[in-house]
């Protein structure tokens, strides 16, 4: 089957880092993405990896290593407003295979 | 300005009934796609469709049905058949399996 790992919550600081991991297993690869939702909202890309190595947008970085079948988002410099769901999400076959989702908690 | 728009937002449905949900682009983007979420769930393909008067089902696709007759549009039903209907709809189209964009989202609450 088609499955992508990553943790149920996360916990930080305000102004602090985090590293959100995924894990895939899928029969097809075109890339690792991420998506932000806020509650109540519709996700909102925020990275793409289609090749082994960090990608950076600002406060937000993205790696992945296809050989481990591994991504994860680095998210630096945490604002309140950081706090959401974030979902990994494999290309194949034409459409995007979602992981769960990670929920952000972000203290002051 | 360009983007996806869902209607309604919020939709109440009576057991037995067909319902119908609209999703319109004007983005030119060729894919479309119907996601289901469920509360602290991630998204579940319902159906999707790569080109006009052309679609797939995906993992869900049982008591639900979708046309694609224009580039524009890609309205969803979900029919009595689907037992367990209430839940946040989505729909979202594409140039690339890279990235998706997304409509606001409709909730169907079934009565």
């Known amino acids: 089957g088609q499955s992508l790992e990553q943790p149920s919550e996360v916990t930080a600081v305000e102004g602090a880092i985090v590293q959100i991991n995924c894990t895939y297993q899928t029969s097809g690869f075109y890339g690792l993405s991420w998506y932000q939702q806020h509650d109540g909202g519709a996700p909102t890309f925020l990275s793409y990896n289609g090749l082994d190595g960090l990608e950076e947008t600002g406060r937000f970085s993205s790696f992945l290593s296809r050989s481990d079948s591994y991504g994860y988002l680095l998210l630096q410099e945490l604002q309140m407003k950081d706090s959401a769901s974030y979902f990994c999400a494999v290309g194949s076959n034409y459409q995007l295979i979602w992981g769960a989702g990670t929920k952000l908690i972000i203290k002051p | 300005d360009g983007g996806i728009t869902q209607s309604p937002k919020y939709l109440f449905r009576k057991e037995g009934q067909n319902v119908t949900l609209s999703c319109e682009q004007n983005?030119?983007?060729?894919?479309m796609y119907w996601y289901r979420q469920d509360p602290g769930q991630g998204l579940r393909l319902i159906y999707y469709?790569?080109?006009?008067?052309?679609?797939q089902k995906g993992d869900i696709a049982e008591g639900y049905s979708v046309s694609r007759e224009k580039k524009e549009s890609f309205p969803l039903t979900v029919t009595s058949a689907q037992k367990n209907p209430t839940a946040f709809y989505l729909c979202a189209s594409s140039v690339a399996q890279k990235k998706q964009f997304f409509g606001p989202g409709t909730r169907l609450t079934v009565l």
């Open positions: 469709s790569q080109i006009v008067n052309d679609f």
């Open positions: 983005l030119n983007h060729d894919a």
